[in-house]
């Protein structure tokens, strides 16, 4: 069972470069929702997708922008990249909140 | 007030002895609570869930609500080097469809 998988696992940017976030998971699960996290500041909600054809912006949305391609797929998108988006993203999918999240890996995205 | 608040330790225990993880919410409608681990440089990973009022025990680990004064707590009895990690605390948002979480508790187990 995969879960939720994230690609990449690293990237290096320059600032200024875009770049794609990918999430997938294999849990049939209708929200799906995008995180990041920074020493000292927990997670924080980028955006998320409570079903399919939905997306909603969560706590720190600026920067990005999110594609929910199908049920499976979940996409970050950083347009212009600055360093004060380096940081760890999660993606995470659940079938419902009583249930709680299940994580992807993480991608760890440096802005030089 | 943040809507999910934690100590963010280190908290450090010697292996065998209990540690004892707070976490403070402000919403008062909130009714499920979740306890995530995370080991550095891992994702987080569900650990307990409880829900109302009361008490649950999963192995080595308690999780106990007090709804009357917003805080859940996490147990873990006889704790063991690899319960090293960083324990995030998580609450339903207003609107029930997200996870707000607390900053962390940093917990060290010394042999």
């Known amino acids: 069972n995969a879960g939720v998988t994230q690609t990449p696992k690293f990237q290096v940017l320059k600032t200024g470069q875009s770049m794609t976030l990918q999430c997938a998971q294999d849990?049939?699960?209708?929200?799906m929702y995008w995180y990041r996290q920074d020493p000292g500041m927990g997670l924080r909600l980028i955006y998320y997708?409570?079903?399919?054809?939905?997306?909603d912006k969560g706590e720190v949305p600026n920067g990005y922008n999110v594609s929910r391609l199908n049920k499976r797929e979940f996409s970050l998108r950083l347009e212009s990249a600055a360093p004060s988006q380096t940081s760890v993203y999660f993606c995470?999918?659940?079938?419902?909140?009583?249930?709680?999240?299940?994580f992807g890996s993480g991608t760890r995205l440096t802005v030089v | 007030q943040k809507e999910v608040e934690q100590n963010s330790g280190p908290l450090s225990v010697p292996e065998g002895a209990i540690a004892s993880l707070n976490c403070t919410y402000s919403?008062?409608?909130?009714?499920?609570f979740f306890w995530y681990r995370q080991y550095s440089g891992k994702s987080p990973e569900l650990i307990m869930f409880?829900?109302?009022?009361g008490d649950k025990e999963d192995g080595r680990f308690t999780a106990q609500l007090n709804k009357a004064s917003q805080y859940v707590s996490l147990l873990i009895r006889d704790s063991q080097p690899s319960d090293s990690a960083t324990y995030l605390c998580?609450?339903?948002?207003?609107?029930?469809?997200?996870?707000?979480f607390g900053g962390g508790t940093r917990v060290l187990v010394k042999p």
């Open positions: 919403d008062r409608g909130s009714q499920s």
């Open positions: 997708s409570a079903s399919e054809g939905t997306t």
């Open positions: 409880i829900y109302s009022n």
């Open positions: 998580a609450v339903p948002g207003a609107a029930g469809n997200k996870l707000t």
């Open positions: 849990m049939n699960h209708n929200s």
């Open positions: 995470a999918s659940s079938s419902g909140l009583n249930y709680g999240y299940t």
